[in-house]
């Protein structure tokens, strides 16, 4: 089993930018894709996007283009998710989450979360 | 993008009871390329079922999914105390993924 391990809760000021990493130990890094899923507080689970290490491809949804970026270090098994122009409502547990393939299907491992807190 | 409507919205039932959640497409999934999670508070969501009705691995065979086109549905046969949680569907049948808005199971 794969396990994900994101860094730690981060507080940030409006108009900011966060970056949150999310490391993979056991696998093998470029056979699947990575993808972010944030819950604002009393919300829903909402699908940010995601990356496939091997090729570098990137998918976001309409919402989230041109403010996530979402990267990968293959010599680290590392994945980052930068977030910019931050909103308050953008405060919110920040989950990375693994597919066992190449692509864009569910989800079988967790990250254990980040707190990202936006306020001025 | 596929949205999805999961009913009810809470769900308040006794141990040993039977769960019947609901995830409504708004256009038919892709070869049935639905997923349902299990989510509890301060925990990482834990998959349940892919592709509409195939359990994940570990998950007990209380848990059990159906369905195909727009209608999908997830039954916990005989309610557990710890089966407390919000539970979530999720479409990858478009590139698009797509979440619902959950249920919140209570146990009584």
């Known amino acids: 089993q794969v396990q994900l391990v994101q860094s730690g809760a981060e507080v940030k000021k409006p108009r900011s930018s966060v970056k949150v990493s999310c490391k993979a130990s056991g696998g093998t890094f470029s056979a699947y894709s990575i993808s972010w899923v944030r819950q604002a507080p009393g919300q829903g689970l909402e699908w940010m996007g995601g990356?496939?290490?091997?090729?570098?491809?990137?998918n976001y949804p309409q919402k989230f283009q041109g403010r996530v970026t979402i990267t990968a270090d293959m010599s680290t098994s590392t994945t980052y998710m930068e977030l910019r122009s931050l909103t308050p409502e953008d405060t919110a547990v920040y989950y990375c989450a693994r597919c066992d393939r190449s692509g864009w299907y569910y989800f079988e491992d967790w990250g254990q979360g980040t707190l990202v807190t936006v306020s001025s | 993008e596929i949205v999805l409507t999961q009913s009810p919205g809470t769900l308040s039932l006794s141990p040993g009871e039977r769960a019947t959640l609901s995830c409504r497409a708004s256009q038919s999934v892709t070869s049935s390329f639905l997923a349902w999670y299990q989510h509890k508070p301060g925990q990482a969501p834990r998959l349940l079922i892919y592709g509409a009705s195939s359990r994940a691995t570990g998950i007990p065979d209380r848990f059990s999914g159906s369905g195909s086109g727009k209608d999908f549905t997830l039954t916990i046969s005989t309610l557990e105390p710890e089966d407390s949680a919000v539970y979530y569907c999720q479409q990858y049948g478009s590139s698009s993924l797509t979440f619902g808005g959950g249920t919140k199971v209570e146990i009584k």
């Open positions: 990356i496939i290490p091997l090729f570098g491809s990137t």
